[in-house]
Each structure stands twice: as C-alpha cells, then as structure tokens.
C-alpha cells in the first residue's frame, strides 16, 4: 500500500514537472520568436514620436500602451529585450569560455597553479559585482560592448568554482588512472577525459548566467552607466519610466519588468530539469 502511494506521488511529480518544462520551454519559445520576428516585420519605428498619443494606457493599438513621448512601448519591449539577451547570451558565453579555462587549468595542474587561482578567485568575488562592474564600465564610454566586459568580467568566477571542482572529482576516476598508467600523457587525458566530463556543467553554469547577465545589464542601464539612453533596453526602459509611475501610469513599468522577470522564470526552469538530466540521484530523490 504504501509503495503504491509512492509510485502515485512520484507520478504526480512527474507529471507536474514535466508540463513545467514544457511551459517554460514554450515561453522561451514565445521570447526568441519575438525578438527575431517582430522587430523585421513591424513597420513602425520603434523611436517615433507621436506626442499625441503620449502615455494611452494599453489597448488594441498599443498591447503594451505608450511612452511619455507617444512611443508603442510593445515595440520598445520586444527591442529592449532583443538587446538585452544579446548582452546575456554574449556575455555568459565569453564569462563560460574564461570560467572553464581558468577552473580546467586549477583542478588539472594542481600545486601552486591552483592555489594562486583559487586565491585570485576568492578575492575577486569578494568584491560585489555591481560595483566591479561600474569600475569597469566607467573605463569606457557607455556601450554594448563595455556592458559585455563589464558583464563578463564580474561572471566568471562562479564558473571557475565549478569547473575545479569536477576536474578534481574526474581526477579520481578509475578509467583516469587507467589512462594515466598506461601511459597518456597529461595533455592527452585533459582533451580525451576532463575535458568531455566538464562540458556539461560548463554548459549549464552559462545558462544559468544568461539571466544574470540580463539583470546586471538592467542595473547599470537603470543607474545611466549601461546602454545610451536613446538605445532601447529594459534597463532604460524602466529608468525611462520611473516619472511616469510617479504620475500614476503604471504600464511603462509594469511589461519591461515583467519582461525580465518571465524569461528569468523560464530559463531557470529550463536549466533546473537539465540540472536533473545530469544528476539522476537527485532526480530519483525528488520523484520520491
């Protein structure tokens, strides 16, 4: 009896776990769709002014309403948004490329190598990422790419964690002591055995980055040290929006927030089930 209550449970989670999936993955589907196919095939320009229509609350015109200029803040969206994963998806890749590299070279190499990462790791992270982040943008003038450095830079250092801690966990793997006493070199066992077993949990750590990266591109846009302010992001779009909810009119606020929230949702859910693909001992547990 008891074990048929289990297996009902388990199936129920499941269940529950995998429409889960299937919602987020059709809400990511809704978001690329957007950012490439909206943008081509409006013919309204996302910065043109119509002080006539200034600040209509949502309708069958404008889904999303209008700006305090009489901008269609649906259009504005869908290129703040398109902006805004370029920088996550950029971003959290050169941040995964400079994470595994320096965590592959730590865990492998070993000695004094990993100690000097590892110390460099820890002292980096010390430091808030906001605030290395304004450090590293105030170099430059602002821009995407100084978004990108600045995004990338700050992003690594978990991914360098990670990545040591499975090369040392592959270090001990029984075929890795077969390879190494029959004779491979180290060269040889980091391309044909570390390297393989880390690029799964390398590939889930830049997902997981990208909306991170997203969030920390709308701080600085939203504290006027990101994007310029006439290039639509949701970063600027809720700065730009901040007078506007002071006055009442909530929805210039309201959908590029939502914006960043729902993406956010849906790529954690994302990764969360391919986290479970990679460990089935977590996953066994949960249908329990």
Not at 153 to 164: G, K, P
Not at 172 to 177: C, Q, T
Not at 226 to 237: K, M
């Amino acid at each position: 009896m008891a074990e048929q209550v289990w297996r009902t449970r388990g199936g129920a989670r499941r269940s529950t776990r995998t429409l889960r999936v299937r919602a987020c993955a059709a809400v990511m589907a809704v978001v690329v769709l957007a950012v490439l196919v909206v943008p081509p095939l409006a013919q309204l320009d996302q910065q043109a002014v119509d002080l006539a229509a200034k600040l209509q609350p949502p309708s069958w015109a404008h889904p999303f309403g209008t700006d305090d200029v009489g901008r269609d803040l649906l259009l504005r969206c869908v290129h703040g948004l398109r902006v805004s994963l370029l920088v996550g998806l950029v971003a959290a890749l050169v941040a995964t490329v400079i994470g595994t590299a320096v965590g592959a070279a730590a865990g492998a190499l070993g000695g004094w190598s990993d100690r000097i990462a590892m110390r460099v790791v820890d002292t980096l992270s010390a430091i808030p990422h906001l605030l290395l982040g304004i450090f590293v943008v105030a170099v430059f003038r602002p821009g995407l790419w100084p978004v990108v450095a600045s995004v990338a830079v700050t992003h690594w250092l978990s991914t360098a964690r990670i990545v040591r801690a499975e090369v040392l966990s592959l270090r001990g793997r029984p075929y890795v002591d077969a390879a190494v006493s029959g004779g491979a070199s180290r060269w040889r066992v980091a391309v044909r055995h570390l390297v393989p077993g880390i690029l799964p949990q390398a590939g889930l750590a830049a997902v997981l980055m990208i909306p991170h990266a997203m969030w920390h591109e709308s701080a600085l846009s939203f504290l006027g040290l990101g994007l310029p302010a006439h290039q639509a992001s949701l970063g600027n779009l809720v700065q730009g929006a901040r007078g506007s909810l002071l006055a009442g009119h909530w929805w210039p606020t309201l959908f590029p927030g939502l914006l960043l929230i729902v993406p956010t949702l849906a790529i954690a859910g994302l990764a969360g089930a391919w986290r479970d693909r990679l460990n089935p001992r977590r996953r066994s547990e949960l249908t329990l």
